[in-house]
């Protein structure tokens, strides 16, 4: 366990008591029918888990990037859609308007997120994933403000957010001057609510798209780090690597919850005429277990600690972290269904929702892969863009199949 100060261990303790108390009693039900936990957030909000790393001149408790993590990881154990509220009410779109925005924006985003609201971050479109920067959503500059175009897809909170941060290409003088970030409220007019994703797990949190018709946005609301959108996506993204170390902590969480449950299980199921424990094949395999989880604890905690005060973390660590910690959860998260044989396939259990849950975090928040290329980026030193463009690559041809 991490050395954490008596104020962040405070936190943990609270956030623990929280998910074993309360959280852990209505994951099942939440999953089930796929609705946004509103007595959860009320919960955690009563409780200052909600904003706590909001300054203390705003309302919030001034929190590190390391408490809010230990807080995440303890409820994810139990309610992993409950992990990744407090993930977003801390982190993702809330660091980015702390860190770059006006006062009066920062003052916003303080105040709706103390009073429960989970912010949206809208990045993704259906034609730009991995490859964000080949964003086509535009900010056309207008007398007073943007008009933004274009459709978001897989937005977590979409419908019940209210505070989205949008990213979308800056149009000025009918030139594209790179990315930046504008803030809008849900029900403002040209912001729509597109499908909801029918998705594997975490079915308590909406994705939807996010529909952009002549969204204005007014300058007061526009959110470009130091003016310079040709910085504005790096700066934004600086950022968004506080959210990558929260994402990695639900994945740590939600494997530790799988690990402690097949632990009981190999003690108290008995099968010829000796409990599960006294196996050699299951021994290992919780040994295997127990050694992955380690190493992406150390990880999660490298990258949380590495956050100086009111800032961000080491973008790789934040990428280490979040691999390790996403691919663990999904193998940790099987093997422990595995050790309770068909009672871990039961919906009576939580195994398989876990299962699900957990399948998520090595594809939302930057994929393994991509992620890889930016560790592989870090340790050669070298930039390594991946487009043909940039590349100066002629595009790959393929045989006909007859050659092949
Ligand atoms: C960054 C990528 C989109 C690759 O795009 P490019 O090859 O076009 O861009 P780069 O040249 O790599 O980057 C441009 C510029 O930005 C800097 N940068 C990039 N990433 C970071 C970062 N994490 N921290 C700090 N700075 C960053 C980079 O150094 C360049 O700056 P310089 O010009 O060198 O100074 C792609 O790699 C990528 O990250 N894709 C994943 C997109 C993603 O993460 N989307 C998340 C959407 S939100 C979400 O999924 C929420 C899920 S959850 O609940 O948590
Ligand atoms: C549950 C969930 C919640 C999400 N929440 C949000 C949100 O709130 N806001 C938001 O903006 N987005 C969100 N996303 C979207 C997420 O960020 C994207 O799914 C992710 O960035 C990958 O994009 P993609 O799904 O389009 O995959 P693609 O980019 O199409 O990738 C497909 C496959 O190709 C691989 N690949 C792509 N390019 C390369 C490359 N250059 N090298 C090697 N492999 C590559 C990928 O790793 C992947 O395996 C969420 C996604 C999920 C699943």
Redesign the pocket.
Known sequence: MVDLTQSEDAIRRTARHLAETVFAGRAAEIDREERYPWENVEALRDAGLTGMTIPIALGGRGASLLAAVAAVTEIARHCAVSA?IV??TNM?ALGAILAYGTDAQKRLAADLVLAGDKPA?C??EPGA??????MATTARRVAGGYVLDGAKH?I?GGGVSRLHLIFARVIEGGRDRGIGAFIALRGAEGLGIGRREPTMGLRGIPETEILLDGLFVADDMVLIPEGDPA?G???L??A??A??V??AAVALGIAQGAFGLARDYLREREQFGRPLAEFQGLQWILADMSVALAAAEALVWRAARSAPAGGFPD?TY??QAKILAAETAVKVTNDALQLHGAAGYSRARPLERMVRDAR?FTI????AQ??R??VA?AELGL?????RA?RGDAPATPLPVSER
């Open positions: 990744r993930v977003e993702g971050i990045i993704t994933g991995s490859a964000a920067t080949q897989w977590t910085r996506f790096a700066k993204m600086t968004y690597n959210q990558r929260g994402a973008m934040a990428a998520m939302g928040g930057g994929t991509v992620l290329t930016q980026s930039k390594l863009p991946q487009t940039a």
